[in-house]
């Protein structure tokens, strides 16, 4: 099986997966992943991510843009080839709008990844990136330039993106972001809750 064939039925199965564990809803999100330097595979756009065929995923060059493949790619892919461009080390983007990360993105608040000591390791900072109109070049230079070296942002009044070196890594960090942003909204019931203490933090991260 050749490197594009097995990121194909990934992607098959990471879209199944987001859709059923409530990460994504209707047509919506978006998912990629790098199959070299040059090209990247993209979904197509209009088509529910939980029942994706293999051949219906595109290809598109980083480059360019230009399409491979029957239909039309994401209309997100500016985006997507905005941080594959920055981020060598990227290998796959996850973009949904799970519902809890997205009603914090709604409301302008950012995500407190250090509420636990699993969010401080698995996402570090999240940084929420100011309303851009979906599916321009400005959204996605706004990303790249603002995810910086991060793991995941929050997309303002829009939704949640993550990146990993692969598919599973960038899904995993996807979940955990909502997991966090779940009990972000919970806890707002209790006030304000505080992050985990500095000390607590750099204590976390000597153990990576
Ligand atoms: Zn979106």
Redesign the pocket.
Known sequence: MTIEEKLRKEIVKYGRLLYERGLNTGI???ISARVDDDRILITPSGRCKGFLKENEILIVTIKDGKVSGKGKPSI?TPMHIAIYEKRKDVGAVI???PVYSTVLAVAGITLKAALTPEGSLILGKVPLVPYRT?GTRDLGECVAAMIGNNNACL?EK??ALSVGSNLEEAFLRLETLEFLATIQVHLSHFGEVEELPEEALKAINTKK
């Open positions: 919506a999100g978006n997100e973009h949904t709008h979906p997309l829009h939704g």
